[in-house]
């Protein structure tokens, strides 16, 4: 693979940079009904036919609701200081609001307390794709409920866990979960249209600085964020409507949940039609509650996007310039590798007067892993992902952007959403008929950088 990576020791970040690993609660939990658990809307949308690339379901997944002291532990053999995890809303409020279930509520203690004895700093993460079912039936993230439903269990939430972990996450990748469920239909829950996208992208704004709020009040010395997918844009020519398309996505995939946080409402200039948020589904006090003051932004970049104008694509009128037409190193997913994507994008958001503080809460790669006849996987790729990645980092962090920290996705291969589970992005393989673990030659890797023995 060609890179753009230099060398560098753990002690090139800092003392202060924050070293993370990463896991997702529908991806790797499993237990989709144990101890009075709820049906998420991705229990649903993955039973459905067709949905679900290799046929897969989540019902079981890495079984970390059974195993979890097992994957904490290879977190901390691996260097890592900080674990990331997320809380199914459904395990601890089966309807989304109302009754809540003591059983979830003890599962996460256990969770929580399990990192805090191995010295591993907590990041929650309040909403990670999951949402109960029993709210999607009331029109899910496109209705105006759910902010305030999502409200009531982030309190639950804050006033449980609030003595005993300082670091939240309030969504993970809102323009994800709305564009993917809500627009394209090819995520939880399956909807398609302007219809449903707009109102959803504008409720996930509110609902994502009203749990800011919730946290501020409930949790004394709270370190909060919201985490978001982005990717440095790139028009394919430099003709007026290709860069006036690139400015237009750049508006969608990278600005849609930051600016109304940082008060400086949608990027309309650039996405007219978000003008229609205003007309049809915000109310006039909503714009004083879009904002929120943030102690950091999660950027969770893993490719650029090269786009174009193209006049038959509807809304939008883009097309992506798909990277396997474009000579490219490329994962097993077909992404772009670019660590210089990374970097020009924590420069970007860099330059925002608001943001405090940028944690790199999501980074990592999917590729066929093989087995060795020695028992090993060795997957160079992934390592040579890693070093190109952190090298964009730390360019950034050494040019002043106040970036303070690198998560890894993710711990162990796991359910990869549509794709089932035959993107790996792991740095430990798992074996899903047996759930034998094995750490891969990445995860030595980290092992080795973090406690500072190679370069």
């Excluded at 020791?9 to 658990?37: C, P, Y």
């Excluded at 901390?76 to 979830?104: C, D, E, H, Y």
């Excluded at 009040?217 to 394919?236: D, F, H, M």
Aim: with cysteine.
């Amino acid at each position: 693979m060609q890179t753009t990576a230099i060398p560098f020791t753990r002690k090139d970040f800092g003392d202060d940079f924050l070293w993370g690993v990463t896991i997702s609660a529908f991806q790797n939990e499993g237990a989709f009904n144990t101890d009075g658990k709820g049906l998420s809307i991705w229990d649903t949308f993955s039973s459905r036919k067709g949905k679900i690339k290799d046929k897969s379901h989540a019902q079981v997944a890495t079984d970390f609701y059974n195993r979890y002291t097992q994957d904490i532990l290879l977190a901390k053999l691996l260097g890592f200081s900080v674990f990331r995890f997320s809380l199914a809303w459904s395990r601890i409020m089966p309807k989304g609001t109302g009754a809540v279930n003591q059983a979830g509520i003890d599962y996460y203690h256990r969770v929580i307390d399990a990192c805090l004895e191995l010295g591993l700093e907590p990041y929650i993460t309040l909403y990670h794709w999951d949402l109960p079912q029993a709210l999607e039936h009331k029109g899910g993230w496109s209705h105006r409920g759910v902010v305030f439903a999502f409200e009531e269990f982030v309190r639950i939430c804050a006033r449980e866990y609030g003595n005993k972990v300082k670091n939240w996450i309030v969504l993970n990748e809102p323009f994800g979960f709305t564009a993917l469920g809500y627009m394209l239909g090819v995520h939880a829950p399956g909807k398609f249209g302007l219809s449903w996208f707009l109102p959803a992208v504008h409720h996930a704004a509110l609902a994502q600085a009203e749990a800011g709020r919730v946290i501020r009040q409930e949790v004394a010395g709270a370190n909060i964020g919201t985490a978001l997918s982005c990717s440095k844009i790139i028009p394919y020519t430099n003709n007026e409507e290709d860069v006036r398309a690139a400015r237009r996505a750049d508006a969608l995939f990278n600005r849609l949940f930051l600016e109304p946080a940082l008060g400086m409402g949608y990027p309309e200039k650039d996405f007219p039609l978000l003008h229609r948020i205003e007309r049809r589904y915000a109310l006039w006090r909503d714009w004083d509650r879009l904002p929120f003051d943030f102690d950091f932004i999660g950027v969770q970049n893993y490719f650029p996007l090269v786009v174009k104008y193209n006049y038959f694509m509807p809304v939008v009128k883009i097309a992506e310039v798909k990277a396997r037409y474009r000579n490219v190193p490329l994962t097993g997913l077909g992404w772009e590798i670019s660590g210089n994507g990374l970097y020009e994008i924590l420069k970007q958001f860099g330059a925002y007067e608001g943001i405090k503080k940028i944690i790199v809460t999501e980074g990592g790669a999917a590729f066929p892993d093989q087995l060795t006849t020695d028992g090993r996987i060795a997957d160079t790729a992934r390592i040579e992902y890693f070093q190109e990645y952190l090298s964009g980092v730390l360019k950034a962090r050494r040019e002043g952007v106040p970036v303070d920290g690198y998560f890894a996705w993710t711990l162990t291969d796991n359910f990869e959403w549509a794709e089932g589970y035959r993107a790996r992005f792991g740095l430990v393989h798992v074996n899903f008929d047996t759930q034998q673990r094995i750490i891969k030659d990445s995860g030595y890797w980290f092992r080795k950088l973090l406690n500072e023995e190679v370069e």
